[in-house]
């Protein structure tokens, strides 16, 4: 069993005061850009035959242009608000808000 | 009933390629079926076969065709043969370029009509009739708003990395692609670069950031295909993407620096006589074997491949130089002869079978299996070069093809002292009378010629 948590940007933009510490990023100057850009489609993931790789993915968004890049800039933003919350001890809530955005698959 | 799956043909569940009485079909499941149907009304099929880009194909009925009773659905695709397919670690650099463009012009058209491949495999693309072409109609599929182009790392494993490998290292890509069946890499091939090529525009993009954005991301848990369509991805930015990779690809040179055998039209040992005497011998050879296919073994830049084409349905050549294979297909391409296939192998180390059971990919042997061989200039490769005792090397003939042409080079042969110059000579049996013995045991020896003053001797070999 696999579980994984969900990047979905609109979730970022409409949540605005969630209190889900993966998405609690009210400073971050993303969702101001994103809502300018008027990117508020929700989506679901179409399937790919083959697996299309992490790089290759993200690639293809950095190439796409600014918001492509600020998705990019989001995942690293991520990963360093994370290495935080672990060293400060908020590595229980990020598991937590982990759980509640995670989809379950095999 | 008698169908016969390839048993490299299983990753896709919309279809398997299958043989029933002489033809090649492809099964069709039922959306698959419906796509397939919708491409051939909107005429998309027909403008990719009328261009070259894709094999003849074309959706048959399985009852007009003696499937009824096969429960494979009520349409199945019908595909031109392709006699031999040969794999992309035996393609030389502009075979393997070709294969690559030919596969962005078709998803760049692909795009224009709202399609997509759905994967970007070099194993999609075959030599046939004289160049390379897309087989794989279901990779066409349908293009969804929104979407990455899913191939796109795909694609950089398994053609630009190896061309790029090859382009700016002088590396030949042809062991690597041996080597694993899904190219190179990206964190594998960012390392193999140096410096002054990682500062290189499409390296920095499509090798140093991937890698990069690899490294970083590839062992999260985030679902990051949702966010295509969050950020408006669209249509356009895969256009330019592929855009970029060709002009990119167009760009690249190959230049066979290390080649050893790019130059023996022009440097081998040949006077004008002998080389006469050995050409109307190999054509008076097929006159006389009249086979229908002919394998050229050590056959270099395909002088002899070519001088037969024309006799013969099909005419493999196989050399060990991708250089050469690189030169011999230029030629092809350049208005030679189609039935000629060159072919980069080597065979002291042949492409054994590969993939899944050992059967997806199957050995270089079991393909360039024919009714005659020539095997002229190379006996002395496989036997003093190769340490091969002569009764091995003339058993591996002669399970390549019952009859042939070859050539025995003796040990006062120019070429041979060289090949000596600097080792022992530990080849005590290595002597036309060893030789002619072997060869009676397994072939009738129909006719011999000396040329090189009584140094080489060419041999015509009929079925024992």
Redesign the interface.
Known sequence: M?????????HVLINKHSKSPGFAVGRFPLRVLIAA?G?V??????????D??????????????V??V???GK??W??IKEAFQNIFGGGADSEES?DSNS?TGN | MDLQFDPGSFKDPDGRIFEYQGNIYRTLSASAAERMRARVADGTLAALIDQGLLIDSELVGASDVGLADADLGETVMRHARIPVLTYPSEWSFDMLRDAALVTLDLLQQGLERDLMLKDATAFNVAFHDGRMKFFDTLSIDDYTEGAPWDGYAQFCREFLFPLMLTSYRGIEFQPWLRGSLSGIPVRTFARLLSLREKLRGPVVKHVVLQAKLDRSFADTDTEMRSSFKTMKFSKPMIVANVAGLSKTLRKLSYEAGDSVWGDYASSHSYSAEDATTKRQFVDQAVDHLSPSTVVDLGGNIGDYSFLVAPKVDRVLCVDIDPACINTLYRRIRDGGPTNVVPIVGDLLNPTPALGWNLTERRDLFERIRSESFFALALVHHLAIGGNVPLPRVVETLHRIAPSGVVEWVDKQDAMVQRMLRNRTDVFADYTWDVFRTELERRFNIVKTVETHDGARRLCLLEPR
């Open positions: 696999v579980s994984f948590m969900r990047l979905n940007l609109t850009c990117l489609t929700l989506s679901s993931p179409a399937h790919a035959y083959i299309p790789g992490t790089g290759g993915m993200l690639l293809q968004l950095l190439l796409g242009g918001a492509g600020l998705v990019i995942l690293y991520l990963r982990k989809e």
